[in-house]
């Protein structure tokens, strides 16, 4: 149980154009969900906090209007890089928390890698 | 400020040892801990947690510990086999308790 999945895999797209990452709760039910990004060697640094049928929680830092954040059910979150640069290059990682469960684990995803050429 | 490090970046030992990762964490009123542990190209995988009124909690060959004294956490794996290699990382809830605020981490090698 507790299977979060992630489409697509990896994407490679030119300077300019945008890209949806969906985040999937396969088996339970997720009122919040979790955006990551990853640099090469690095940790995860937490971009926003989903919350559904709301407006996303941005960390410091993270654009909101490049990072549109989509969370309209229960079990799906959708991050949109908005007019992609090649520093937008990541590994872009979702999480979910189990509804009615503040405070336990999250649960990943298996990440998206994105290429900006 | 809210942050979350690691004591080593790397961990070298050979299989059948067993491994003790350390983590300190800067937060004191942070009440939930998780170990996770992340493979190449993968996405983290949860190991084992603990909340901040207990001391210590086993799983299946691993152990948390949880000093709160000096901020201090740990992983132990017992017997580490090859297929523990992995960055592992600890996070700890922010101070409002909504997410999770991830270490550096530490990658794990571990030797035939």
């Known amino acids: 149980g507790a299977v979060v999945s992630q489409h697509p895999s990896w994407v490679i797209c030119k300077s300019g154009t945008s890209v949806k990452i969906e985040c999937r709760s396969l088996d339970f039910q997720a009122t919040t969900m979790f955006w990551y990004r990853q640099f090469p060697k690095q940790s995860l640094m937490l971009m926003a906090t989903?919350?559904?049928?709301?407006?996303?929680?941005?960390e410091q830092g993270v654009e909101k209007d490049k990072f549109l954040i989509n969370h309209a059910s229960l079990t799906l979150s959708t991050l949109t890089v908005t007019s992609a640069h090649p520093e937008d290059s990541s590994f872009y990682i979702c999480s979910a928390r189990p509804s009615g469960r503040a405070g336990e684990t999250q649960y990943f995803g298996p990440g998206t890698r994105l290429l900006v050429l | 400020g809210e942050s979350v490090g690691l004591h080593l970046p790397t961990l070298s030992v050979q299989e059948g040892d067993n491994s003790i990762i350390n983590c300190a964490y800067s937060?004191?009123?942070?009440?939930?801990f998780i170990w996770y542990k992340q493979e190449s190209g993968k996405g983290p995988q949860f190991i084992i947690d603990?909340?901040?009124?207990?001391d210590k909690r086993q799983g299946q060959r691993v152990t948390v510990l949880l000093n709160k004294t000096v901020k201090h956490l740990s992983l132990q794996i017992a017997a580490t086999q090859p297929g523990d290699s992995a960055v592992y990382f600890c996070?700890?809830?922010?101070?409002?308790?909504?997410?999770?605020?991830f270490g550096k981490g530490t990658t794990l090698s571990v030797s035939s």
């Open positions: 937060n004191s009123a942070s009440d939930y």
């Open positions: 989903s919350n559904e049928g709301s407006k996303a929680t941005y």
């Open positions: 603990i909340r901040s009124n207990m």
């Open positions: 996070a700890e809830t922010n101070q409002a308790g909504t997410a999770l605020i």
